[in-house]
């Protein structure tokens, strides 16, 4: 199993980070399959960073053995959907940046992928870009989005990544994640939802 996830894939989230440039294809990295963090175990805050940010986003479990899929096809693809917490180390990604060094530090660390319940995509509505998505930490809504405001809709990003890899039934793509990111601090309560669905739900330690 692998976890695919994609960077930069809201426009907002984009000028958040201070990124102008536009990108003509998706911004694609990969984490460990030791970063899942499931079942609503905590996530203990690592001694290495001082900036540990969440990243809401919606995630798609494959279901099927694809490469080079046609986007018309992609839908094929993928059979459920939860909400996932991308987090990131955001002092050593914004060093390793400035070095002009790859960054995957910041985001493969162990239990930075944090994952829901998944449910069939038809429980939360049917259409995978209609989705309504937000984060609660404490009780308070913190980060909220819409895949319909993806730069890249799922069946695009399934399609652009199976051409250089072969999905497996089992792996996850995490699509990126809208503007309202920030820091975690320990004692925090996280719920993460998609519509009034609550598929997340964890502390931070």
């Not at 959907?81 to 940046?97: E, N």
């Not at 308070?140 to 039934?169: E, N």
Request: charged share 20%.
């Amino acid at each position: 199993m692998k976890i695919i996830a994609v960077g930069m894939n809201y426009a907002l989230h984009k000028v958040e980070l201070g990124h102008t440039e536009e990108t003509p294809d998706p911004v694609i990295f990969l984490k460990p399959d030791s970063a899942i963090l499931r079942d609503g175990k905590p996530f203990f805050l690592p001694d290495f960073s001082q900036e540990i940010h969440y990243e809401t986003e919606v995630v798609v479990r494959i279901c099927r053995l694809g490469k080079c899929i046609a986007p018309q096809f992609a839908h094929r693809y993928y059979d459920a959907v939860t909400v996932g917490i991308d987090f990131t180390a955001r002092d050593l990604q914004r060093r390793f940046r400035e070095q002009g060094h790859p960054w995957e530090l910041s985001k493969g660390f162990d239990n930075s992928a944090a994952i829901g319940t998944f449910v069939p995509l038809e429980e939360v509505g049917g259409n995978v870009q209609q989705l309504d998505f937000h984060l609660n930490i404490d009780g308070h809504t913190v980060q909220q989005g819409c895949t319909a405001d993806m730069l890249f809709g799922v069946d695009q990003l399934i399609a652009y990544v199976s051409r250089f890899m072969t999905l497996k039934m089992g792996d996850l793509i995490y699509t990126g994640t809208p503007v309202g990111v920030g820091p975690v601090a320990i004692g925090q309560h996280l719920e993460g939802y998609i519509g009034d669905r609550k598929l997340l739900d964890f502390y931070v330690r």
